[in-house]
C-alpha cells in the first residue's frame, strides 16, 4: 500500500465522518449506546461483498462474519462464537448466508491446484462437490457448472448452518429465528434468493435434530 493510498484512508475516514454528522449530530452517539441488528450477515472475504452495501443496511443494522466462501464449518470457533453471540445476545432474527457468482473459493475447489495453507479450507468445499457430482458433472458448461456449485455450496452451509446445536437451541426455546440462503451477482448487484429457508429442526433428517 502506497503512502498516499494509505494517508487518503485517513481523510476518507474523516469525511465519512462529516457526512453523517451532517445528517445527524447525534449519529455516532446514538451508534455508541448499543446494538440490536435484527440479522446476521455470513458472507464471502471477497472485497467486492461488502454486506451493508448490498442490502442498503446502515451502521449498527447487520453483524457480519466473513471468511472464504461463506463456508459455515462447524469446527470453526470464530464462526461459531459469531453464531452464538448473535443468535443467544443480539437475538437476530435472520441469519443470511450469502455467496456470491465467481467465488474464488470455490473455483479452487473445482480443480486440483495446490495453493498453500487455503487447500485446508478448501476441502470443505470439495465436500459440497462430492455431495452434488453427479448434478454438477452432467452440466457440459464450465460456467453454468461454476455458478450451479455455487448455488449449492451456499444451500449447503444454511443446512450446515441448522445443524448447530447454537441454532437447534434457539428453536427448541420458542426463539423466531430463519436461515435464508443467497449469492449476489457481481456483474449485476442483484441478489439471487435460493428458496432455501430453513425455521425449525423439522426440516432436518432426524439424525441431525438434537434432543435438550
Known amino acids: 500500500m502506497g503512502k498516499d493510498l494509505y494517508k487518503s484512508l485517513i481523510e476518507n475516514n474523516k469525511e465519512w465522518v462529516k457526512s453523517k ?3 445527524d ?6 451508534l455508541s449506546k448499543g446494538q440490536s441488528p435484527p440479522l446476521l450477515w455470513i458472507g464471502c472475504a471477497d472485497s467486492r461483498v ?9 451502521p449498527g ?3 457480519v462474519h466473513r471468511n472464504i466462501a461463506n463456508m ?7 464462526m461459531l462464537s459469531v453464531l452464538d453471540y448473535a443468535v443467544n445476545v443480539l437475538k437476530v432474527k435472520h441469519v443470511i ?6 467465488c474464488g473459493g470455490v473455483k479452487a475447489a473445482m480443480g486440483n491446484q495446490s495453493i498453500g495453507l487455503i487447500d485446508n479450507w478448501v476441502r470443505h468445499i470439495k465436500d459440497v462437490y462430492r455431495l452434488h457430482k453427479s448434478e454438477l458433472d452432467a452440466i457440459s458448461d464450465e460456467d453454468e457448472r461454476f455458478d450451479k456449485f455455487v ?8 443446512f450446515d448452518l441448522a445443524k448447530t446445536s447454537i441454532v437447534q437451541n434457539a428453536w427448541k426455546v420458542g426463539q423466531d429465528l430463519a436461515l ?6 457481481l456483474s449485476t448487484g442483484i441478489v439471487n434468493d435460493l428458496k432455501v429457508t430453513i425455521e425449525n429442526d423439522s426440516q432436518l433428517d432426524d439424525v441431525y435434530q438434537l434432543n435438550f
Not at 448455488?151 to 444454511?158: D, S, T
Open 25 to 30: 449530530p447525534e449519529f455516532f452517539q446514538k
Open 50 to 58: 461488502p454486506a451493508n452495501e448490498i442490502i442498503g443496511a446502515q
Open 151 to 158: 448455488e449449492f455450496n451456499v444451500k449447503e452451509q444454511v
Open 61 to 63: 443494522e447487520v453483524f
Open 97 to 102: 448466508v450469502c455467496g456470491h457468482y465467481g
Open 21 to 23: 454528522l451532517d445528517l
Open 72 to 78: 459455515v464449518v462447524h469446527t470453526d470457533m470464530n
Open 180 to 185: 435464508h440462503g443467497w449469492v449476489y451477482g
